[in-house]
């Protein structure tokens, strides 16, 4: 039976522009952390807290979910690297990245910059962080969909890619964009109004971890570098479990009863334009 799958495969090479090499995963997730940090900052803004306390806090959560993000992609994902290069595995920080430990991370580095570095209030500044966060992991998904670092298993899925000697497959790096822009689009329209400090750390838990969860059923098991599985699931479907759970609480916990980050009383509502 013939394969439905209508998107060819396709290949973006890194450009040398002189000495500079311009390659399509790094130049995707810097758009997306200037664009996210952008939208952050002008949360913020239309919130009332400070750009450089934004800007400052974005900074070192991004660069504490990078390093959290790779030792989890290391130990995790190809604990043979530490038998294969020793300490050196932990170091390169640029060879591998797991998305949850980037988020163990940027949790970390959002506690570490509102709580110790520069002490403000916690959920406002969290808040507004989390409100541009979709807009940059969509090109940062963007980024890993144009070079298939997430192949999934064989189907005859309408959305598969035609792999060479692979033939159809889940791509889901690009499944996981499209989802994630969703996000960011529900994120505009629920802005419109005012909301409670933590409403968009909650919803981004309550919409990301499920579909999350489902899409690592597609991930392949029969080719070299597979994810490994404990106990049937893949460490990003743990990590799914744990930030849905997360979510849940900072709703029952923080979110419950708690006014809008300013009252109708206070100023007018204001457009949602970013």
């Known amino acids: 039976m013939e394969a439905l799958a209508v998107i060819p495969y396709y290949h973006l090479p890194v450009w040398d522009l002189g000495p500079i090499p311009i390659d399509p995963w790094a130049t995707l997730v810097c758009i997306g952390f200037v664009l996210g940090l952008e939208v952050s900052r002008s949360r913020g803004i239309r919130t009332g807290l400070k750009v450089r306390d934004i800007v400052d806090g974005i900074v070192v ?14 130990l995790a994902y190809h604990p043979e690297r530490l038998e294969e290069q020793g300490i050196m595995a932990l170091l390169e920080v640029w060879a591998g990245f797991s998305s949850f430990g980037g988020f163990i991370g940027a949790v970390l580095g959002t506690i570490l910059f509102f709580g110790v570095i520069r ?22 998904r963007m980024g890993c ?6 192949i999934g298993k064989p189907t005859e899925f309408f959305l ?24 960011a689009v529900v994120f505009l329209l629920l802005a419109r109004r005012h909301r409670a400090p933590g409403f968009f750390v909650v919803t981004w838990c309550l919409l990301y971890a499920p579909v999350r969860f ?4 597609l991930r392949a098991t029969d ?43 206070s100023r007018p509502p204001e457009p949602s334009a970013v």
């Open 214 to 217: 489902g899409l690592d059923f």
């Open 145 to 150: 969909a144009v070079v298939h670092d997430h």
């Open 223 to 265: 080719l070299a570098g597979s994810d490994p599985r404990y106990y049937g699931l893949t460490a990003g479907q743990y990590g799914s479990i744990l930030m849905l759970a997360a979510g849940l609480a900072v709703w029952a916990f923080v979110l419950r009863g708690r006014p809008s980050i300013d009252g109708p009383e």
């Open 119 to 140: 002490k403000r209030p916690f959920w406002p500044h969290a808040d507004a962080v989390m409100f541009g966060f979709p807009f940059g992991w969509f090109f940062g």
């Open 61 to 74: 959560i991004v660069g504490l979910g990078f390093l959290v993000g790779h030792l989890v992609f290391v």
């Open 160 to 183: 598969a890619v035609d792999f060479p000697n692979l033939g159809p497959r889940f791509e889901l790096g690009l499944y996981e964009a499209a989802w994630t822009l969703v996000i």
